[in-house]
């Protein structure tokens, strides 16, 4: 069955580190892959995607994430975080072509200032 | 352009009762899923409906169900309600399945 794991469940970072929080799926074939973000009593956004083409892809507010295939990994970076990035992080996966998305276990950023 | 609207925000129900929670997508999206988001769980699959069809299905109890309208618009019923069911369900709407799942604020259903 499809999996996501997220590697750090809870994370506590000082204003202006840096971040990388890891993600591993589990699945062979073709996945479309996402980081979504909820911050306190917000809803779920998207920070950014990857389908398909240059494995670096950017997203909202300074965030970047890389997908390594033969890791089947999509880590998630920022180089240096502030204190309004405080919030949980989820990073997703969706077989190509449906709309089933697999979370993980999302992790808990606090961004000390 | 107005977001995912899901309503009620919140609910309390007794064990063994049923609810009923809507989902209205943004315009012109045909496909809504939905998610159970819990502390030991974390977010789970409920299903998804495109075109008024139930296109995936989670690993879920029969007493969870859903449909959607040809106005895309989407209700989840779940019957003979649990403890266990306490959870923020959430609704998510894209233009089809290749598309980018944008999320409603939830509905927070508490069973006592």
């Known amino acids: 069955a499809q999996s996501v794991s997220q590697h750090n469940h809870h994370v506590i970072l000082s204003e202006a580190a840096s971040l990388e929080l890891g993600c591993n799926y589990s699945y062979g074939g073709t996945v479309n892959l996402f980081w979504y973000v909820q911050y306190p009593g917000q809803h779920l956004q998207l920070l950014l995607k990857y389908f398909s083409g240059d494995p670096l892809v950017k997203g909202i507010k300074g965030f970047e994430a890389e997908f390594i295939k033969s890791k089947f990994s999509f880590n998630l970076r920022k180089p240096s975080v502030q204190w309004s990035d405080t919030a949980e992080y989820f990073c997703?996966?969706?077989?190509?072509?449906?709309?089933?998305?697999?979370f993980g276990q999302g992790t808990t950023l606090q961004v000390k200032p | 352009k107005a977001g995912v609207t899901q309503t009620p925000r919140y609910l309390i129900k007794t064990r063994g009762q049923q609810v009923t929670l809507s989902c209205s997508p943004i315009?012109?999206?045909?496909?809504v899923s939905w998610y159970q988001q819990t502390p030991g769980q974390g977010l789970q699959f409920l299903f998804e409906y495109f075109s008024e069809t139930q296109r995936n299905k989670g690993n879920f109890p029969g007493r969870f169900s859903g449909r959607q309208f040809s106005n895309s618009r989407s209700e989840m019923n779940v019957s003979t309600l649990e403890l266990g069911d306490s959870a923020l369900y959430l609704c998510a709407s894209s233009l089809g399945a290749k598309n980018i799942q944008y999320f409603g604020a939830g509905t927070r259903l508490s069973v006592l």
């Open positions: 997703a996966v969706t077989r190509v072509n449906t709309g089933k998305l697999i």
């Open positions: 315009s012109g999206h045909r496909s």
